[in-house]
């Protein structure tokens, strides 16, 4: 699949990205490299291979999710550079 110019204006809008005239070639070749690749990886032969699970056999440790109350707030809050109602105040991210 060959990507045009429009399909990557497109994605880089969809992204929220703004691409200069000038990077526009390099993105488009990046972009095909990782596509040809996703399609060598697509079409690799599969056919009897054993189903591997996973190689790792270490499991998650889960716990009780417990509501514990911070002793020393203002400690915890002394550097942030903005805080509202003795919580750290970001900005908006999203659009």
Known sequence: MKVSKEELLHIAKLADLE????E???YLLNLQEILD???IVNNA???NLDITI???EQKNVF???EIEIFKDNEALLQNAPEKEQNMFKIPKVIN
């Open 54 to 56: 996973g190689a790792n």
């Open 37 to 39: 690749f996703a399609n």
């Open 24 to 26: 526009i070639d390099n």
């Open 19 to 22: 691409i200069d005239e000038q």
């Open 63 to 65: 716990r009780k999710d």
């Open 45 to 47: 032969p599969v056919e």
